[in-house]
């Protein structure tokens, strides 16, 4: 299984697949991540319709729009320097702190 470099809370841009629909490239935060299937879920792309039954009496039930999982290796990393998905450098300072930074700009992420 391949290292994931993405976490919750990052920003990344959908590079493939439906939701990059070849225009203007998705960027969104990442709501859930899933090492172990190399998953994520982005805010905003692989939207799906659900179908939901109601649990409780008085509870609606429809069709409700969420987002899909989608493979980890369909993202990249958004700098905001250089407004684009990018690679990320990691590297470690005096205190022994991992950070992550582009490969390009040198920004840290």
Request: proline content about 4%; glycine content about 12%.
């Amino acid at each position: 299984m391949a290292k994931m470099f993405i976490k919750t809370g990052d920003t990344v841009v959908v590079i493939s697949g439906a939701s990059s629909n070849g225009k203007e490239p998705v960027i969104g935060k990442v709501i859930g991540v899933s090492p172990k299937e190399g998953k994520v879920i982005v805010e905003g792309a692989a939207v799906v319709s659900k179908h939901v039954k109601p649990r409780k009496q008085g509870d609606a039930g429809g069709i409700v729009k969420t987002e899909s999982a989608m493979y980890a290796c369909k993202v990249q990393l958004y700098c905001p320097k250089c407004h684009k998905g990018v690679r990320v450098k990691h590297s470690t300072t005096e205190n022994g702190e991992r950070i992550r930074s582009c490969v390009h700009c040198g920004e840290t992420l």
